[in-house]
């Protein structure tokens, strides 16, 4: 990953890293990929994709390692995702409530290309503690961090929800668990099961999200006929419209996109959280 030069600022590289998972019944992950890779080239980024079969488990770990190590100071990093989200219930949950320990009733997560391969002992998905381990990494060498996830986060998926005009949900319906204790003792282990490394309490990293914690995120057909995350599609047209104007920051980003999506076929609300008030992809604010 070697990265592109900020004419601005000769010190600070343009890096990012897009993840697609296109699986089960999603069909405009590929799309969502190549146009957000597109946006972002167009703004100077070198940008390095995975997607399906280099977007196992293992691959988007490495693929996070190598975007840490070799990110410098000052840099610019957006991290994008687009696929399926899950969420199960901690199964931790219930012996920490008789234990007087605060932890999240569900765990969420994303779902690579390999989660269905995954075994007793080996479960196959991101989960949100390792994500958000992996951006305090991120921000502890550079503040310039935007993370981009058009998936469904939901903790209260039920088999059957129905979508206002239709439409393909982005979350994955009743995951297996086989294998999620031994991956998190694994995690704890390792150090990565902090009750600090959570995106909502990073204060430098900019969070676009596709929907509420508590709602499903879906593709459509867009205007153009083609299969999109109603969310990225929103996304892409508010950043074309704004061009290369240095007076936007994220939260008028996230507050127009949020406007085009609830004016498609989608029940989600968009948000930006964390730094919402910087301009974009630098770390001045308005």
């Known amino acids: 990953m070697i990265g592109t030069r900020d004419a601005r600022r000769p010190h600070m590289t343009r890096r990012a890293l897009v993840i697609g998972c296109q699986t089960g019944v999603l069909n405009g992950v590929l799309n969502d990929v190549a146009r957000m890779t597109a946006m972002l080239s167009s703004h ?11 977007a196992t488990r293992e691959g988007i770990l490495a693929a996070f390692d190598s975007l840490i190590a070799h990110t410098r100071p000052d840099d610019a990093v957006v991290v994008y995702y687009s696929g399926h989200g899950a969420s199960v219930r901690n199964p931790d949950y219930l012996r920490a409530a008789r234990e007087g320990r605060v932890v999240p009733a569900n765990i969420r997560m994303i779902v690579p290309f390999d989660k269905p391969e995954g075994s007793d002992k080996d479960f196959r998905a991101v989960l949100s503690y390792e ?64 009750d600090a490394a959570n995106p909502e309490g990073n204060p430098d990293t ?49 507050a127009l996109a949020r406007k085009r999506v609830l004016e498609a076929p989608s029940d989600q609300h968009p948000d930006v959280e964390g730094a919402a008030d910087r301009l974009l992809f630098r770390i001045e604010t308005r």
């Open 131 to 194: 994500l958000s381990a992996f951006f305090w990494q991120l921000t502890g060498v550079t503040r310039n961090v935007t993370a981009i996830f058009d998936c469904c986060y939901s903790g209260k998926m039920a088999r059957g929800h129905e979508t206002r005009g239709g439409g393909t949900p982005k979350c994955l319906l009743n995951p297996s668990t086989h294998g999620l204790e031994a991956t998190l003792r694994h995690l704890d282990g390792t150090g990565r099961l902090l």
């Open 44 to 54: 100077g980024f070198d940008v390095h994709s995975i997607t399906q079969r280099d």
């Open 206 to 254: 900019v969070r676009l999200v596709a929907s509420r914690p508590d709602e499903i995120a879906i593709e459509y057909k867009n205007a153009a006929g083609e299969d999109a995350g109603v969310f990225t599609d929103a996304l892409l047209a508010v950043l074309a419209e704004t061009g290369d104007r240095d007076d936007v920051t994220w939260k008028d980003v996230g």
